[in-house]
């Protein structure tokens, strides 16, 4: 079996969702619940990845 592994940078704090908006790539996978939709994060998360392009 052939496998890759990447290890996780985490941001956390006031403000680190804006660093999405900083992130360069062409593909992300989202992993989310219902409660973080109903906040508006996930939202928020899929508006600052569009900013990027």
Request: glycine share 8%.
């Amino acid at each position: 079996m052939k496998k890759f592994v990447i290890k996780p940078k985490i941001y956390f704090n006031e403000g680190s969702m804006e660093f999405l908006k900083e992130i360069t790539g062409f593909c992300a996978f989202i992993v989310s619940d219902s409660v973080m939709e109903k906040l508006g994060y996930l939202q928020k998360t899929i508006d600052y990845l569009n900013e990027t392009g």
